[in-house]
C-alpha cells in the first residue's frame, strides 16, 4: 500500500512539470536575405540622373560610386538598405523620391543555350532562371539540375508538374547546373541488350 502511494506521489509531481514544446528544439532564425558583394543594384532618383543607375555591390559590401561609396547594403534587409539610402539621399533633397530594385548574381550553367553568370531581381524562380539563359539544349535533361548553394548540392527534378521544384526562388551565389540527356546509342544499346539477354534465357529452356 505504501509503494502505491509513493507511485502516485511521483506521478502526480511529474504532471506538474511544465513540458517544452517540440517547436523549440527545432526553431531557427530567418535567415536575412539581402544583397551580397557581385550583386547588383538599381537606383533610380526622380530627376537627379547622377544618382540613378545600376551600380555593383563591392567586396566590402558598399555600392560603388563616388557618393553611394559610404552606404553599407550587404547583411541586412532590403528594407534597410532603402532605409538607409533614403537617409544619404536627404542630403541633397528634402523628400527624395527614389526606387531600388536589387539584382543578385547566380550562374547557369550546363545544357542551356546561353550558360552564363548573369543578374536577376530576388524572387526568380529556378525555371526562369533556365528561361533566361536561352532554356535547356536539346540535350538537357530537366530531370536532372543540380542546384549549388553554401557549399551543399541539391538534385532536382524540373519534370514533374505535381511538385513545387520550379518555384523554388534562387539566391545569391547559387550555381544552377542542367544536365544531360543520355546519348540515343545508350538507350538504344540498353533495350536491344536486354532483347538479347531475353533470347539467350529462351534459347537454354528450348535447348533444354
Given at each position: 500500500m505504501k509503494l502505491l502511494v509513493r507511485i502516485l506521489t511521483v506521478i502526480g509531481a511529474l504532471s506538474l512539470v511544465p513540458l517544452a514544446p517540440t517547436y523549440a528544439q527545432t526553431t531557427e532564425a530567418p535567415e536575412v536575405q539581402g544583397l551580397s558583394p557581385g550583386d547588383f543594384i538599381?537606383?533610380?532618383?526622380w530627376r537627379r540622373e547622377e544618382f540613378s543607375g545600376e551600380f555593383l555591390i563591392s567586396p566590402d559590401g558598399t555600392i560603388i560610386h563616388p557618393l553611394y561609396?559610404?552606404?553599407?547594403v550587404t547583411?541586412?534587409?532590403l528594407a534597410t538598405v532603402e532605409a538607409r539610402l533614403r537617409t544619404f539621399l536627404?542630403?541633397?533633397e528634402t523628400n527624395p523620391q527614389f526606387v531600388i530594385q536589387p539584382l543578385v548574381r547566380i550562374i547557369v550553367g550546363g545544357e542551356v543555350r546561353t550558360p552564363n553568370i548573369i543578374s536577376v531581381p530576388p524572387g526568380t524562380t529556378l525555371t526562369q532562371a533556365i528561361a533566361l539563359s536561352g532554356g535547356p539544349t536539346d540535350r538537357g535533361d530537366i530531370r536532372n539540375v543540380r542546384l549549388y548553394r553554401s557549399g551543399s548540392e541539391v538534385r532536382i527534378d524540373?519534370?514533374?508538374p505535381d511538385t513545387n521544384a520550379g518555384l523554388i526562388q534562387i539566391r545569391s551565389g547559387d550555381q544552377l547546373?542542367?544536365?544531360r540527356r543520355r546519348s540515343s546509342l545508350l538507350q538504344i544499346i540498353g533495350p536491344v541488350t536486354?532483347?538479347?539477354a531475353a533470347a539467350a534465357a529462351v534459347a537454354s529452356i528450348v535447348t533444354r
Open positions: 538599381k537606383i533610380v532618383v561609396r559610404e552606404v553599407q547583411g541586412v534587409p536627404t542630403r541633397y524540373l519534370s514533374k547546373i542542367l544536365g536486354s532483347t538479347i
